[in-house]
């Protein structure tokens, strides 16, 4: 079963928004990819989207019916999208969280700026998920806080080699140096400008993988099917789904530490939650994401409901859809990249029409004007009655954009 009731916290009475009413207007603060593909979402279910982002031309504002352009911190722009918007969210964990603290004094805000707030600050969504493990037992990796020298010099010889990441803002791999000794981190922190960082110690990682969880203001919530990535670079290569190699028992401890974690937080909304398993097959939690995710994209054409559908459904205050997974899906990440020419800058379009040749391929591309190397540009997802064929179609896309193939091909 991935459909589970979690009334174990307080939770309100849903009062839905309903679609085709004159105030049956989302707002969402980001124009990326992720606000498109929910902007597409919530007008397949016939409501109108306003998009509050400063760049001209972005995804999301190619798509939503009214673009408010304007900082995150504009208050007339905010008051804008205040004003047309019953409900608001937001596709990015970096929005200010005082932002959405002003729009909640007039609309509906999902996730609420508390919860992003924990995903903001990395030594505080550590906090966060070491008191969830007092029930859940599943903890985070062995970390410490450092904010100065003195920190650095009280780093215990357990904790290395590690990971040194500055607790806000980064991502994709940004933000963070693995350091072996105390001299590399020393340097490393030195690097990073006087910004507050956590040092996480290196463990024996086998995979990762992702639980995409989703929970309504009645407290209702629905989990999604294990999910396994890989990332190059630091950034999201592939996510198989359902996992390949998690054993049914670490399944169902990631699921139910999701749904706990969403619970405790009395989040309403998608959240995406990354966990560790280690060679020794237990499980770690990394982070969350407060918003759809990369690795979720799959749910799109390989689930009932999508990721994006259950973020307008929890914003709407409307019944979650079934997350049930109907076919096996591989989901490949198309960076820029693939627009050149091997190491050169000659650029080409990719050959598209033989990636779509391939059966079950489903191609979605972002809408973005500029292909950058290591800027996400789209995904396309494989289904196929098994994760073999999935997973085999993946391999020859690699093959016609130039990829360097996953390790299963």
């Known amino acids: ?36 593909m929910f902007a597409q979402a919530a007008q397949a279910m016939g409501y109108q989207v306003a998009v509050l982002e400063p760049e001209a031309g972005c995804p999301a504002a190619q798509v939503a019916d009214q673009h408010i352009q304007a900082g995150y911190e504009n208050h007339p722009g905010l008051m804008a999208l205040a004003k047309l918007s019953k409900a608001v969210t937001t596709e990015f964990e970096n929005v200010p969280a005082d932002s959405l603290s002003l729009l909640a004094q007039s609309s509906f805000v999902a996730p609420a700026a508390a919860c992003v707030s924990i995903a903001q600050d990395r030594l505080a969504e550590k906090h966060f998920f070491t008191r969830c493990g007092a029930t859940t037992h599943v903890y985070p990796a062995p970390h410490w806080g450092i904010a100065n020298q003195n920190d650095v010099a009280g780093v215990k010889d357990e904790l290395l080699p590690g990971i040194l990441k500055t607790v806000r803002m980064g991502y994709d791999g940004k933000g ?3 350091v072996r000794d105390r001299a590399e981190l020393a340097a490393a922190f030195a690097s990073m400008n006087g910004q507050a960082c956590v040092l996480e110690k290196m463990l024996p990682l086998a995979y990762e993988v992702s639980v995409l969880v989703t929970r309504g203001v009645d407290g209702e919530a629905v989990v999604y099917p294990i999910a396994e990535n890989v990332h190059r670079d630091g950034i999201l290569f592939t996510t198989v789904a359902p996992s390949t190699h998690v054993s049914a028992d670490v399944a169902s ?8 974690i969403i619970a405790e937080m009395a989040y309403v909304g998608v959240l995406c939650i990354e966990f560790f398993v280690l060679k020794d097959g237990s499980l770690v939690v990394n982070e969350m994401a407060p918003r759809p995710h990369n690795s979720g994209h799959y749910t799109i054409d390989a689930c009932v409901t999508s990721q994006f559908q259950q973020q307008v459904r929890a914003l709407a205050q409307l019944p979650l859809g079934d997350a049930r997974q ?18 050169t800058d000659n650029m080409r379009e990719p050959a598209w029409d033989r990636v779509l040749a391939l059966p079950g391929a489903h191609l979605h591309l972002y809408g973005k004007a500029e292909a950058r190397r290591a800027r996400k540009m789209g995904h396309i997802t494989f289904v196929a009655p098994n994760m073999a064929e999935a997973q085999d179609n993946l391999g020859k896309a690699c093959a016609i954009l130039g990829i360097a193939a996953p390790e299963w091909a």
């Open 1 to 36: 079963m991935t459909n589970h009731p979690q009334p174990t916290q307080p939770h309100q009475s849903r009062q839905p928004l309903l679609p085709n009413t004159p105030d049956s207007c989302l707002g969402i603060m980001g124009g990326g990819q992720l606000g498109r």
């Open 176 to 178: 963070q140096v693995r």
């Open 253 to 260: 401890k990631a699921q139910a530490a999701a749904l706990h």
């Open 326 to 343: 109907h076919s096996p899906a591989a989901m490949l990440n198309i960076l820029g990249d693939v627009w050149y020419e091997g190491d």
